[in-house]
């Protein structure tokens, strides 16, 4: 129970990575603040699993695409219970090659999975106290050219970047990390057979799961000495060439 008396706030929490992030800082024993847009029965669902392993947990509504909502999402998780820890964790991935990209689709992937992150780290640190730490979620997309997600590729190196800068700026009061997941919780249109040529190509040769990019993020919370590192989650793809 190391986050014992912490409190964490987790954005996209109502599923899939940020669902497992937000289970796995409660099992640490931090209250945790479950953000959620439009999953909503998730974050009901994440919050009564919570409350009944004993963590207090509340959910937190917020469009982070909104320019007051960062703003807005911090002060609430402030006045309910402080804030310790942040894990910016809502992003949206969207498919297509270069020329189909459009403007509305630039804007909304660079709003929500770079714009956000950054104006939700600046209230927090308003807020935190000396030994406080945010974790931001990038992707292995921010070091490989993936052509059919380039939008996204762009907007994940900024987020390691911009963990970088922060954890510059914020120091030494709050630490700032970031975790990179290559192959967790692969999209349901995949194949069986494209999922079983992307687990033989790992050199770990299996596909991750939500909880090995959870296991990275408590270990980045809890290590008091680093600060401004991306931890790589992906079996060892990015080495494998």
Excluded at 123 to 149: C, Q, Y
């Amino acid at each position: 129970m190391k986050f014992q008396g912490r409190t964490c706030l987790v954005t996209g929490a109502g599923r899939r990575v940020g669902r497992a992030i937000a289970l796995a800082v409660g099992a640490e024993g931090a209250r945790v603040a479950v953000h959620y847009n439009e999953s909503d029965e998730g974050a009901s669902e994440v919050v009564k699993l919570l409350r009944d392993s004993g963590t207090e947990a509340q959910a937190f509504s917020a469009d982070l695409t909104r320019p007051d909502a960062p703003e807005a999402l911090i002060s609430a998780v402030h006045q309910w219970a402080g804030l310790d820890f942040l894990v910016n964790s809502a992003a949206v991935m969207m498919e297509g090659p270069v020329d189909s990209v459009s403007q509305d689709e630039w804007e909304f992937m660079f709003t929500l999975n770079l714009r956000a992150p950054f104006f939700l780290s600046q209230a927090a640190a308003r807020v935190m106290k000396p030994g406080s730490a945010m974790v931001n979620i990038a992707d292995l997309a921010a070091f490989e050219t993936w052509p059919n997600h380039v939008p996204h590729g762009i907007t994940k190196a900024g987020v390691v970047q911009m963990t970088r800068a922060l954890a510059r700026v914020l120091a030494p009061g709050i630490r700032v990390n970031a975790v990179a997941p290559g192959a967790v919780l692969l999209p349901e249109s995949m194949d069986q057979e494209s999922a079983e040529r992307l687990a033989a190509t790992t050199p770990l040769g299996r596909i991750g799961s939500a909880e090995d990019v959870a296991e990275a993020v408590c270990y980045l919370l809890g290590a008091g000495y680093v600060t401004g590192e991306v931890i790589v989650v992906d079996g060892g793809r990015l080495i494998r060439k």
